[in-house]
């Protein structure tokens, strides 16, 4: 049995590497020293990164981002492509409102309709048109088929979509962190986007992957009475949600950032085991704040509470913040944006109309708005920042406003403390 107590390159790795090719010929000697090299020069990358995001610096690395509002140079935008609709189990149904249920036992697994996924399509292509003429660099994830039926030793599912990237990725410093999730029609939506990963991480970027559920029944209250609005609200003030602690769980779109400290919620698929995960995985360098809200159906924070600012936040008035004391006392300026327009017969099969503040700041001073939110438009007008108007009506239906359909990959900035 052969026995190398080291093999890190350098003088070490190479004698390791001349010992292992005496003994088993020149074939292997050259493999394990291409091995050792490939290895030193991802190390070198990664060093080289690493060093960067200690000085803040993102010339070199391809992802660097530390809040939401540094001048915008590289985003992922999702695709409606294949979206299918989910099938109908316990946590979409916590997660939806009842005069859709119907809809979701009617075509669980198959595609939406057809006509509304080709205008969405049409509207997030225009969407990246304007970013690109923003001077922003846009990615997209594969086309894949959701329609596909999969099966685990715990659950069956088909999958969903490639949409928000918001809820699976998320970006701190110079690390992409994708989230395990906790749909079971999610459980590999993060295939769309591993050729865009593999390619950031081998330009030097940091690669986590979350502990992936298993989403056995155990992660699931079988039985969590959603009936009612009034119901839902008394579980959520009582701390009770569809996702039980049985493993961690969490979507990245349950985190909002501002520098080094970093606002997550407990919501019916992000759980505390989810959120402790990151708080470990993440210190010393940042700081994890558990906040909640008046909200019936808490699931991802940015159509409730988002940071537009340094020392600027919109929240939504129909769901107001527990732990609000603490950005005012930090001197942050807490703004309700207006109620938003979309008419009542618009479909919106999973989310509320607060998608009208579920906005994307390009810098402190450009926000990307829809074209159809003229109240909106106006505040931010009145705050000094400039409206790029795109309609993205139909992509709204699909489940996310212009946050959810992004994840920013680079963004022109340092990482700042905003509440010491």
């Not at 010929?25 to 690493?50: E, I, K």
């Not at 989910?86 to 997660?95: I, Q, R, T």
Request: proline share 6%; charged share 25%.
């Amino acid at each position: 049995m052969l026995r190398v107590r080291c093999l890190r390159g350098g003088s070490r790795g190479a004698e390791a590497a001349h010992f292992i090719g005496s003994r088993l010929g020149r074939a292997f000697t050259g493999w394990v020293q291409r091995s050792l090299q490939s290895t030193q020069a991802a190390a070198a990358s990664q060093n080289r990164c690493a060093a960067e995001d200690k000085a803040h610096s993102p010339k070199e690395c391809p992802v660097c981002s530390y809040n939401e509002w540094d001048p915008l140079e590289e985003v992922i935008v999702g695709r409606a492509e294949n979206a299918c609709v989910p099938p109908f189990s316990v946590e979409v149904k916590a997660n939806t409102y009842e005069k859709y249920w119907g809809f979701y036992q009617k075509f669980g697994g198959e595609s939406f309709p057809k006509d509304h996924v080709k205008k969405a399509i049409a509207e997030i292509e225009e969407m990246c048109n304007i970013l690109k003429k923003e001077g922003v660099i846009v990615k997209r994830p594969d086309p894949i088929d959701w329609s596909v039926k999969y099966k685990t030793p715990d659950f069956e599912s088909t999958g969903m979509y490639a949409a928000m990237p918001r809820d699976i990725l998320l970006v701190v410093g110079n690390e992409i962190i994708e989230a395990p999730m906790a749909w079971r029609a999610r459980f590999f939506e993060y295939r769309a986007y591993r050729r865009i990963i593999k390619d950031y991480f081998n330009n030097g970027a940091k690669w986590t992957t979350a502990p992936k559920p298993t989403m056995a029944d155990e992660l699931y209250d079988q039985d969590y009475p959603i009936r009612s609005v009034e119901d839902r609200h008394k579980l959520a003030a009582q701390g009770k949600f569809v996702t039980t602690e049985f493993e961690p769980c969490f979507d990245a779109a349950d985190f909002i950032r501002a520098g080094r400290d970093i606002f997550v919620q407990r919501s019916q698929v992000t759980n505390y085991m989810g959120i402790e995960w990151m708080r470990r995985h993440l210190a010393p360098d940042y700081r994890v704040h558990v906040i909640s809200f008046k909200d019936p159906n808490p699931m991802h924070i940015d159509a409730t509470f988002n940071i537009i600012g340094p020392g600027l936040v919109l929240s939504n008035p129909d769901r107001p913040c527990h732990q609000i004391e603490l950005f005012k006392k930090a001197g942050w300026t807490v703004i309700h944006p207006p109620v938003p327009l979309i008419p009542d017969d618009h479909p919106l099969w999973m989310s509320s109309k607060w998608l009208s503040m579920n906005v994307l700041m390009l810098d402190e001073k450009r926000v990307m708005v829809d074209a159809n939110e003229t109240s909106i438009q106006k505040m931010f007008e009145n705050l000094g920042i400039s409206t790029i108007k795109v309609n993205i009506r139909h992509a709204n239906s699909l489940g996310g406003g212009f946050h959810c359909w992004t994840c920013d990959i680079r963004r022109r900035g340092t990482l700042q403390s905003y509440f010491d």
